[in-house]
């Protein structure tokens, strides 16, 4: 029933792209009806199709077809329906402060055991935050190179061009002054995600130096936050197929089909982004620190692929650590270094996030100097520690992060309909960075083991029965 379903559904799409493309071409004479209706009928037997599998995947790739036709077909309702993506917008917005919050003082006071642990941890983060500091680079180069947000037109009342050029000449000093906060109740309410941080890295240095059984307690309730905070996302992302149809119907009756080209200029340009991360940076990184490169690839290859199918770096966490154990790590090396990789080592969600950030400020016309974008890009290579696990948890972060710059929203609800294509690559980039770097840590540390040789992790137990 599935094939079937899937055959009549692929029949449906191309019947439909052909009636469109004669009738829109005028090659054929055809009622506008014709066309209306076949796309609707192969929605329909889309719907069908996805509506007995539990992907969230799924459903906002039907919703954002479904958005961008009725966009076009009726423009008139279309606009009516911007209320679904401002809704889910206000639901995103409720996530921020306690998630940042959490995430990252279990990410520091969680390790107020690195004076135990010493050098290796010292290289550990050393090493993190050169990568990463690449990868804000080689997005920010890319994004500025391809120029993928520039060209959209601003849709009337999506934002405020004089308050954003008023907001723009700011003093160094108000600058620094506006990062730190004089109330974190004020800085939550206006949705100041900097100040937010900065109080979090405060309060976890401060955590981590009392006592035990103090520090026990707090951080016990700071998980238990952080855990709650990633299902409360995940509620919420379930009224994200609602947002992104709402989004894209509204966009496309408001501005026509423009925008969509840059959202595919976009994935492009983050595709070619994140390759060119991977053979400029951690190729040449690899080579430096003499990986047995063949071994090495073989061994990521499962774990990766988990990653970049589920996109969650955590569904690819055990496989991972098995995979590198198996390749000469030692376990207590591959025990430090990739449980806190997964909080300061995001190469992909970085790269990714300097994109989707200065595209913002491209969409939206709001010229931002070289230095702008780089405390943008800064503040969210901060604030996106510790989500690594979350499908689609960047998005969260990055919300927040532009409405904090004075950037409208209705850029990032663009991102939001190709955000599954590009979770996919940048999810698959972190764990493959992480991969490299506790194999980096222990060449560092002069406890790599070349002639290794583990266990077998891709061969089934009959393999193994059999010898």
Known sequence: MKS?????????????????????????????????????????????????????????VLSMFVGIELGNDAPGVAMHLKVLSDIFLRLVKTIIAPLVFATLVVGIAGHADLKQVGRMGLKALIYFEVVTTFALFIGLAAINLTKAGMGITLPAGAAQPDKLAAAAPQKAADIILHIFPE??????AEGQVLQVVIFALIFAIGLALTPEHHRKAMLGWCESLSEVMFKFTNVVMYFAPLGVGGALAYTVGNMGFGPLKNAVELLFTLYGALAAFVLLI????????????????????????????????????????????????????????????????????????????VFVAQAAGVPFSFGQQLLMVFTLMLTSKGVAGVPRASLVILLATVASFGLPAWPVFIILGIDALMDMARTAVNVLGNCLASVVVARWEGEFIDDYQGPDLTATPVDALLG
């Open 282 to 357: 951690l190729v040449p990184v690899a080579l430096l620190a003499r990986v047995p490169l063949r071994r090495f690839v073989q061994a990521v290859a499962e774990p990766v692929s988990i990653a970049f199918a589920t996109t969650s770096s955590e569904a690819a966490l055990p496989r991972a650590m098995e995979a590198m154990e198996s390749i000469g790590v030692p376990r207590r090396v591959v025990a430090f270094v990739m449980p806190t990789g997964y909080s300061f080592n995001l190469d992909g969600t970085t790269l990714y996030l300097s994109l989707a950030a």
């Open 183 to 188: 109330n974190i109740a004020k800085s939550i």
């Open 4 to 60: 079937r379903a899937t055959q009549l559904l692929l029949f449906l799409l191309i019947a439909a792209g052909i009636l469109t493309f004669l009738h829109e071409k005028h090659l054929v004479a055809l009622p506008a009806a014709l066309p209306l209706a076949a796309r609707w009928l192969a929605l329909l037997v889309a719907a069908w199709v996805v509506a007995p599998r539990r992907s969230l995947t799924l459903w906002i």
